[in-house]
């Protein structure tokens, strides 16, 4: 059974950090782009960060540039979202999601839809 798990949310003060960690099981996503979304009561689920199969490209929310950072250690079938400076604004829960294969491709998807497995989510609360 493919399974994404996230894990490291919690409540944390305005300008601090946390570090969000995606671990997969049930088969390998080495080959797969990896992304992160966030979502908050009444809103759309929104794109965050994305990364590459390889890790060699990332791309990022304005809202988060600068702040957050995607990384991803293939041997550890992990993805981590590092989170620096965080504001009330980024409170939500935080969803890892994985696209089918894309080996011959470096690129990344922004695209909820485009998006085949996804993690139940981790809370985010950033108190001001």
């Known amino acids: 059974q493919v399974q994404l798990v996230e894990s490291g949310g919690g409540l944390v003060q305005a300008g601090g950090s946390l570090t969000l960690t995606c671990a997969a099981s049930g088969r390998s996503f080495s080959n797969s782009p990896m992304g992160w979304f966030r979502q908050t009561p009444g809103k759309l689920r929104e794109f965050v960060a994305a990364?590459?199969?390889?890790?060699?490209?990332?791309n990022a929310a304005d809202s988060v540039k600068g702040r957050f950072t995607i990384s991803r250690d293939n041997a550890k079938n992990t993805v981590t979202l590092q989170m620096n400076s965080l504001k009330p604004d980024d409170t939500a829960v935080y969803y890892c999601?994985?696209?089918?294969?894309?080996?011959?491709?470096?690129?990344?998807?922004?695209?909820?839809?485009?998006?085949?497995?996804w993690g139940q989510g981790t809370q985010v609360t950033v108190s001001s």
């Open positions: 990364i590459s199969w390889s890790g060699g490209n990332t």
């Open positions: 999601a994985a696209h089918s294969p894309t080996v011959f491709s470096s690129r990344v998807y922004l695209n909820k839809n485009e998006y085949s497995y």
